[in-house]
């Protein structure tokens, strides 16, 4: 499969692997400690994954 080639390229490409070294560490330099965060415009936060659906109706009412 000659469209696997590129994939397993790609996942191997230097730029990649240090993207995916370096997300971490902007992560955590960000605050961020492993639960997905939600801010809204007016700066409320939504914790977890289980909060998507909050934080959307949040921003729609909100604005």
Do not use: C, H, N, T
Not at 1 to 26: H, K, T, V
Not at 45 to 59: H, K, V
């Amino acid at each position: 499969m000659p469209e696997m080639d590129f994939w397993y390229e790609f996942a191997g490409a230097y730029s990649y692997l240090a993207a995916m070294r370096a997300e971490p560490q902007a992560a955590r330099a960000a605050g961020v400690f492993g639960a997905p965060a939600f801010v809204a415009a007016d700066g409320e936060i939504f914790r977890g994954d289980d909060r998507f659906e909050q934080a959307l109706d949040w921003a729609r009412e909100k604005g």
